[in-house]
């Protein structure tokens, strides 16, 4: 019959064995984590982007490398998803992106009017740079693709006529439009726009929509020049 | 109850009380929230809601912890409590700084940190306060007359806890390491010097209940928590598969996270086999009832959630998901928030020496308290397998899916409702009972309560 005796030296006898094993492996791992997150990458950039993460509780709705709260979207891979020139539009003003829907908050210090255009512009590069430097460490393989593919795919869909649009239409505007069947759906689909409206007027709406309609939830991305002339002629071709 | 010092716990659990109601209205508007009433976003955003809830949740553990050592140890070490003025110093500091935290947390006044909020200023006071109530409990074993197991097995318990909260404590630039050394203090706290916290509680309280002799229980306790150790130190890897760490944690994690559950299984058989053999004699059978309702729905909670999402093949799927919330909630709620309201249910008959062993109220809140947290973990689970499959498996839109799991945040907040009606009649109960008096000089508080339980243990010789 086991005595209390040896019950209490299989205790400490265990803790001690588990104990030794487990700082060992931490001295390894900490070894190997610099590598495995490319602290050669890790700027000052994105360590200011990381204090901003930190400060405002980020973590309290979203997860990053599947650690936080289940309330809003997993980041460790949302520059890949969604593009930069995305990311910066959709901090400005989260909500625009998904009227009436589940909100984030929106922040000042990413606000132009706020804190100022540079500032804020400064502060959404950092913690896109930041999220940028977290898409590359090293998660064996987290997020997971989807292995389950769905069933039944839209048969009137062109991926062509996307494939086709410039960069910043398919980062940005497409969040909200779609064209061809791919795209988002705040914003009704652009197919067919150019039938629609001349190219005077999409130059007017897109350059600034609140000037040709007040009060629209299409928000004024300030696109000039190029860029505007770019999807002007795209949006032409629809 | 003794000496007169021990009156002190009761102070500890009435803050316990009070918490856990700040607690459950933080988890309503959070359920609300999730129906899509998210009326509160501008005032309470979801994340200071939840920063609120879990931390308001340690605190309350931590107040219970500290409150069933100040009751247990004099017993055990069969003297008064070393300076008493230090532990109510250190309750109401212990509260401000709680309460200092959480309106902080309405204010931006955090660190992103999931379970570690605390800002840093903070988190030195919190350090002070530990400091002083391991003071006062090491002092009381050192002049005790007896060094039993269950008290070294508590303060080692309470030790270990505070001297893991340091590794939290460190600022790091690299989030991967910062991650990394969060999980000493989440997991090696939870899965690891709580278990023993737990486990002394456990024993002490089948020690007066049942009166089976103290040496047979406290060698089971030796085995307990030796398979604790054994498993739940290595199984800390359980958390380090898919956060920068090497690929070499998800065997190792794999192996011994997946044993944990045989420390909860030994628990649940432990508790059950003794009050068997003690033949449950004891009048305060309500307490009885928590404490074998929580070896078991730690077994369920703990162990068996716990395992359904420990392997890594299956926790890539399930990381950081509502599934992580089902198995969060159940395993609390069986594993610790259980114990203290199992020590708060022994200890307020002898304490106050009124004998409402058979309250209605009591019964009550332990099966609705119960019903409700299986409930809420059964909605938790459904939208946690859901999004698992939709968003995760299928590459469906993460707010799309969300959405449509809205139906089942309403069967969340109905089972919560039905957890919160128990826990009103635990606190209608609690009151009932009034405040503690001093024990007479026969051993028991005066009273019928502390005769009836004195007359028991003189007959069993604990
Ligand atoms: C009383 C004991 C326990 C408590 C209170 C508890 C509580 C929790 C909590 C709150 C989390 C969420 C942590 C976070 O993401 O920040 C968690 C995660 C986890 N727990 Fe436990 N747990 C317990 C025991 C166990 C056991 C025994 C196992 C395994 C058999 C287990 C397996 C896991 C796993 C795999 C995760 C990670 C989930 C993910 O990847 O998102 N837990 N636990
Ligand atoms: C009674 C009403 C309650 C409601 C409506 C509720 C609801 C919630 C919600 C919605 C979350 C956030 C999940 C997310 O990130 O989306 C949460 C987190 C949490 N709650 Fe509750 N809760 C309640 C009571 C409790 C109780 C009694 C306990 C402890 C025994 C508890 C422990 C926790 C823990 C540990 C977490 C963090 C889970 C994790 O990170 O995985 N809650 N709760
Ligand atoms: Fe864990």
Same mark, same amino acid.
């Given at each position: ?238 | ?40 976003? !501008? ?171 103290? !040496? ?133 008959? !002898? ?51 969300? !959405? ?59």
């Amino acid at each position: 019959m086991l005595t209390k005796s040896a019950a209490k030296a299989f205790f400490l006898g265990g803790t001690a064995l588990c104990a030794v094993a487990f700082l060992l492996l931490t001295l390894d791992t900490l070894a190997e984590l610099p590598k495995r997150s490319h602290v050669e990458d890790m700027t000052d950039q994105v360590v200011r982007g990381h204090v901003i993460w930190n400060k405002n509780n980020c973590m309290g709705c979203h997860t990053l490398m599947g650690e936080g709260a289940y309330y809003a979207p997993e980041l460790t891979k949302v520059v890949e998803r969604r593009g930069e020139p995305w990311m910066d539009t959709f901090l400005q003003d989260p909500e625009a992106f998904y009227p009436g829907r589940r909100k984030m908050i929106k922040y000042d210090i990413f606000d132009n009017e706020a804190v100022g255009a540079e500032v804020a512009a400064g502060n959404r590069a950092d913690v896109i740079a930041f999220f940028k430097w977290v898409g590359n460490i090293d998660t064996n393989g987290f997020p997971a693709k989807p292995d389950l593919v769905p069933v039944g795919v839209a048969s009137n869909v062109d991926p062509r006529i996307m494939a086709r649009a410039p960069v910043y239409f398919q980062t940005v505007c497409a969040g909200c439009h779609s064209v061809g069947g791919k795209g988002g759906n705040v914003g009704p689909s652009l197919d067919g726009v150019s039938a629609r409206f001349d190219a005077d007027y999409l130059r007017k709406w897109v350059s600034d929509p609140q000037a040709v309609k007040p009060g629209t939830t299409m928000p004024t991305l300030g696109l000039k020049g190029e860029n505007l002339d770019e999807i002007v002629e795209y949006l032409g071709s629809l | 109850m003794r000496y007169k010092t021990q009156k002190i716990a009761y102070w500890f659990f009435a803050a316990c009380m009070l918490l856990f109601t700040l607690q459950i209205i933080y988890g309503f508007i959070m359920g609300f929230a999730r129906m899509g009433y998210d009326g509160l976003h !501008e005032i309470i955003p979801f994340n200071t809601a939840r920063a609120v809830h879990t931390n308001l949740l340690v605190v309350w553990m931590l107040s219970g912890f500290m409150g069933a050592a100040y009751y247990i140890i004099p017993e055990e070490s069969e003297r008064e409590l070393w300076m008493p003025k230090l532990a109510v110093i250190q309750l109401v500091s212990l509260l401000l700084v709680g309460v200092t935290a959480v309106i902080g947390y309405h204010f931006n006044y955090w660190e992103g940190r999931k379970f570690l909020e605390i800002p840093r200023e903070l988190d030195y006071l919190v350090v002070i306060n530990v400091l002083t109530f391991l003071l006062v409990i090491f002092m009381t074993i050192w002049k005790g007359k007896r060094k039993t197991t269950t008290a070294m097995v508590l303060f080692f318990g309470l030790l270990a806890a505070a001297l893991l909260y340091l590794p939290g404590m460190i600022t790091f630039k690299n989030i991967v390491f910062d991650s990394f050394f969060r999980w000493w203090v989440v997991h090696l706290w939870v899965e690891g010097v709580w278990e023993l916290i737990m486990g002394a509680m456990l024993s002490f309280l089948l020690i007066k209940l049942t009166g089976i002799d103290r !040496e047979v229980i406290e060698k089971w306790l030796y085995v307990i928590v030796g398979f604790t150790f054994l498993s739940g130190i290595l199984g800390t890897g359980h958390h380090y598969y898919y956060t920068g760490a090497p690929g070499y944690w998800l065997m190792v994690g794999g192996v011994f996270s997946a044993l944990e559950p045989l420390a909860f299984l030994g628990m649940a058989m432990y508790a059950l086999s003794m009050a068997k053999k003690g033949g449950r004699k004891h009048p305060n059978r309500i307490a009885l009832m928590w404490t074998l309702g929580c070896a078991v729905m730690s077994f369920v909670g703990a162990g068996f959630l716990g395992f359904a999402h420990t392997l890594p093949g299956v926790n890539i799927w399930t990381h950081g998901t509502l599934v992580t919330a089902m198995h969060g909630h159940l395993a609390f709620w069986g594993a610790y928030a259980m114990i203290i309201l199992a020590m708060i249910s022994y200890v307020l008959p !002898e304490m106050t020496g009124r004998s409402l062993y058979k309250s209605w109220m009591a019964e009550w809140a332990f099966w609705t308290t119960n019903i409700g947290m299986i409930g809420m973990t059964g909605a938790f689970g459904v939208m946690g397998i859901a999004q698992v499959y939709m968003e995760r498996k299928a590459g469906m839109d993460f707010l799309e899916v969300q !959405e449509s799991l809205e139906v089942h945040a309403v069967g969340l907040v109905l089972a919560a409702c039905l957890m919160t009606a128990g826990v009103i009649l635990f606190i209608r109960n609690f009151i009932a009972y009034g405040l503690p008096v001093d024990p007479t000089e026969t051993g028991g508080s005066s009273g019928a309560a502390g005769s009836a339980a004195g007359a028991f243990a003189s007959s069993k010789k604990s």
